[in-house]
């Protein structure tokens, strides 16, 4: 069974425009993480998420986490044709990662 | 790149056969999990391997056992495949199996059962 849902399932963007996607989990967490997977290939880690904290930053990437409401949401800034991917939250307990199936993010140029 | 590689990249197998999936982990990294990924979903933890132990297991039958060499890569071990197991994958290591450690996965192995 998976532990967090994302939202939307599938998103298409103008280049440039920015993406919000979320994601809900049902137990409580140690952090959340985001990944991203290029074609079915292997995840790339994007960002990782305390449960102590509320908003994180890299680069264009910005994330922040609702431990009341369990859930988390990802922003990415000024999209580009190479941020097209599937975009993955992971929540972390007893060091196992419980991923969600994950929201398919296409960028147009 | 993460610096974890798998082999093989692609496999097709029949039902009933038993097939080994390989991991070497990033240099300096003594922990190995190991993720089943269908078609459309996310990965799904099977187990991780700390220092040549089983540290968790995920919901998966015992016909799916792995191991861990004294370097740190790993195989997963399948039995008794079946259609179901068709799937993506994916292994991932980590600096020491502890809350928060960043899992760098690799590429992955698709494996097909007919």
């Known amino acids: 069974s998976q532990q967090g849902e994302e939202d939307p399932q599938a998103l298409s963007i103008q280049e440039g425009e920015n993406a919000t996607m979320n994601c809900s989990y049902k137990?409580?967490?140690?952090?959340l993480q985001w990944y991203r997977q290029n074609s079915g290939r292997g995840l790339v880690h994007l960002i990782l998420?305390?449960?102590?904290?509320r908003e994180k930053h890299s680069g264009r990437l910005r994330v922040t986490l609702d431990t009341s409401k369990k859930s988390s949401s990802l922003l990415i800034t000024a999209s580009r044709a190479a941020d097209t991917a599937s975009y993955f939250c992971a929540t972390e307990n007893d060091y196992k990662l419980s991923f969600g199936a994950g929201t398919t993010v296409t960028v147009r140029a | 790149e993460t610096g974890v590689t798998q082999s093989p990249t692609h496999l097709i197998k029949t039902r009933g056969q038993q097939v080994t999936l390989r991991c070497s982990s990033q240099s300096g990294h003594n922990t190995v999990s190991w993720y089943q990924q269908a078609l459309g979903q996310g990965p799904q933890f099977i187990f991780q391997?700390?220092?040549?132990?089983?540290?968790g297991r995920g919901n998966f039958p015992p016909r799916f056992s792995g191991l861990q060499f004294p370097n740190y890569s790993s195989e997963l071990n399948v039995n008794a495949l079946e259609l179901d197991d068709s799937a993506l994958y994916l292994c991932?290591?980590?600096?020491?199996?502890?809350?928060?450690?960043?899992?760098?996965f690799g590429p992955g192995t698709r494996l097909t059962v007919l």
């Open positions: 137990t409580s967490i140690n952090n």
């Open positions: 998420i305390r449960s102590n904290e």
């Open positions: 991932a290591s980590s600096l020491g199996g502890a809350s928060g450690d960043t899992q760098y």
């Open positions: 391997y700390y220092r040549e132990e089983e540290n």
